[in-house]
């Protein structure tokens, strides 16, 4: 007789408990003594935000406006308003949930001015809820990132003499965070609106076919107008997702915005500045590869990334960092990183810029050609390195980290030594 194989059954037990009570904070009314145009006395036809305030020793003086979507008939205010709102306030930033009018009882222009009366009263309430008025973004996903958008694309006039102080405010975000939504930017929309355009960062998946291709317009036209912008598209993932907390994909999503939100300088109320420089490895030029720069007292202050490939500038080794990519001034840790020991750009080798230029104006000959494979024949293009190398202290056998102090108009020179 055969015997039934053997099965395994698992048996999964959730267990309840009782959670200390949670309460969020009261919604604040954007107009206590009413919004323009409404249409009834339920909360529904009152806007409001919620605010989350971190701990006073994680502030970091940020602001957000949460914005969850839900198509203009709903907000789906927990996975893309509290859970978002409490992910910010946990990274030191003050974020206000919205509560806007939605559809059928209003229209666009009901939902947009409610967002735009929010950041007026954020700004209003700068110094009460100790935070910065020029560092006021919002985030926005789905038909929430639309209604961030259009606000933005609209801001309301700040007349000086208005008669509530509110409107005497920008209702224009310091930056936006637009979560698989945006909005259609007129075709005829002035190219100088979008060049000033506040710095921007778009997240979506492909696979939610619905929004992509709005974000990729709305990318493609920010980018042809020289607006900061920055995307992540991810392959895989559902509309509606979120932060997408937990999914070891997705979930990479606010590591991404976080190093956004810190390189753009919106986590530390210190001004960004250029820097310039050079970098020495054993008393030569780095001919190829970067300085890491980690802010050591101010750790919402941006980092730095250099690279060194020997291009766009006057003397081996040198760097000049703008100031939207700058650093803020106070100690940071040096870390330099070698990719090759051998490395000249195209762009330095004379021979090399003058058969490029002939190759792109078409007046490349047979000689040219001839002369520059024999050129090629003798170049050394063999690996020069075995390993990425690391130095992150001025010479091997100091103690501590290497340190620069870094001032604003101050070169600094980074030098380090391999032995």
């Known amino acids: 007789m055969k015997l039934a194989q053997p099965f395994l059954a698992l048996v999964f037990t959730v267990c309840s408990f009782s959670a200390v009570a949670q309460k969020l904070a009261d919604p604040i009314l954007l107009w206590p003594a009413g919004a323009p145009g409404a249409t009834g006395v339920s909360d529904e036809d009152k806007p409001a935000v919620i605010p989350f305030i971190p701990e006073a020793s994680k502030r970091n003086g940020a602001a957000v406006l949460v914005?969850?979507?839900?198509?203009?008939?709903?907000?789906?205010?927990?996975?893309?308003?509290?859970?978002?709102?409490?992910?910010?306030?946990?990274?030191?930033?003050?974020?206000?949930?919205?509560?806007?009018?939605?559809?059928?009882?209003?229209?666009?222009?009901?939902?947009?001015?409610?967002?735009?009366?929010?950041?007026?009263?954020?700004?209003?309430?700068?110094?009460a809820y100790h935070i910065s008025a020029d560092r006021v973004g919002a985030v926005g996903f789905s038909a929430g990132s639309t209604l961030i958008a259009d606000m933005t694309l609209s801001p309301v006039p700040v007349p000086p003499n208005a008669i509530d102080p509110l409107n005497r405010l920008s209702s224009k975000p310091d930056f936006l965070i637009l979560g698989y939504g945006s909005t259609r930017i007129p075709a005829n929309a002035d190219t100088a609106v979008l060049a000033a355009w506040p710095p921007t960062l778009l997240y979506g998946t492909v696979e939610d076919r619905g929004s992509q291709t709005g974000m990729l317009d709305m990318y493609t036209r920010l980018y042809r107008a020289g607006a900061p912008v920055e995307a992540h598209f991810f392959r895989n993932g559902i509309h509606g997702t979120g932060f997408a907390l937990g999914d070891p994909v997705l979930g990479q999503w606010t590591t991404l915005l976080h190093n956004w939100l810190a390189a753009d300088g919106f986590l530390t109320a210190k001004p960004q500045v250029p820097l310039a420089g050079v970098v020495k490895l054993d008393a030569a030029p780095l001919l190829d590869g970067m300085v890491i720069l980690t802010p050591v007292a101010n750790k919402n202050a941006p980092p730095v990334i250099v690279y060194i490939r020997n291009t766009g500038t006057d003397e081996?080794?040198?760097?000049?960092?703008?100031?939207?990519?700058?650093?803020?001034?106070?100690?940071?840790?040096?870390?330099?990183?070698?990719?090759?020991?051998?490395?000249?750009?195209?762009?330095?080798?004379?021979?090399?810029?003058?058969?490029?230029?002939?190759?792109?104006?078409?007046?490349?000959?047979?000689?040219?050609?001839?002369?520059?494979?024999?050129?090629?024949?003798?170049?050394?293009?063999?690996?020069?390195?075995?390993?990425?190398?690391?130095?992150?202290?001025?010479?091997?056998?100091?103690?501590?980290?290497?340190?620069?102090?870094?001032?604003a108009g101050k070169e600094v020179v980074i030098e380090v030594f391999s032995k």
């Open 67 to 127: 914005v969850p979507g839900g198509g203009f008939t709903i907000r789906a205010v927990d996975h893309e308003g509290v859970l978002v709102a409490q992910w910010l306030k946990a990274h030191g930033i003050t974020a206000f949930l919205l509560r806007y009018r939605l559809r059928p009882l209003y229209n666009r222009n009901d939902w947009v001015a409610d967002g735009q009366r929010a950041m007026q009263y954020i700004r209003a309430h700068a110094a």
């Open 316 to 407: 081996l080794g040198k760097f000049l960092v703008p100031k939207s990519q700058g650093p803020v001034e106070g100690r940071y840790k040096v870390e330099v990183r070698q990719d090759a020991t051998r490395w000249t750009s195209n762009s330095r080798e004379p021979f090399m810029i003058a058969m490029t230029e002939k190759q792109s104006k078409g007046t490349l000959t047979a000689a040219d050609r001839s002369a520059w494979g024999e050129y090629l024949r003798k170049r050394d293009l063999s690996p020069s390195i075995y390993n990425q190398r690391i130095y992150s202290r001025k010479h091997p056998n100091d103690q501590g980290d290497y340190m620069i102090d870094i001032k």
